[in-house]
């Protein structure tokens, strides 16, 4: 089941940037894990190995979020797979429950 997830994740992840689709992320639930963790932005960066700034232009304008951040912040962040798609994928989850 894990694994039809990350292959799922990674789908979406693919066809978002080929698409060209803008992304509509969940910011507001990303700083929730972020500091459910213990942690707070700057502390978060630091463990992605980018400074703060960073992490605030990508907050900003969350197209610019790569696969490879994705899954970075997937790991950081111990998400499971339901909590990285309510993060980043919002509307995809919304558009398989219509169906």
Do not use: C
Request: glycine share 4%; hydrophobic share 45%; net charge positive.
């Amino acid at each position: 089941m894990i694994k039809v997830m990350n292959w799922y994740i990674m789908e979406l992840i693919k066809s978002h940037k080929m698409e060209g689709d803008t992304m509509t992320m969940n910011v507001a639930l990303l700083k929730y894990y972020i500091g459910l963790r213990g942690m707070n932005l700057t502390q978060f960066a630091a463990l992605l190995g980018v400074n703060r700034s960073f992490i605030y232009a990508k907050l900003r304008k969350p197209d610019s979020f790569s696969r490879s951040d994705i899954k970075l912040i997937m790991q950081t962040l111990d998400l499971t797979p339901d909590e990285l798609l309510n993060i980043f994928f919002p509307d995809a989850l919304t558009k398989s429950n219509d169906n």
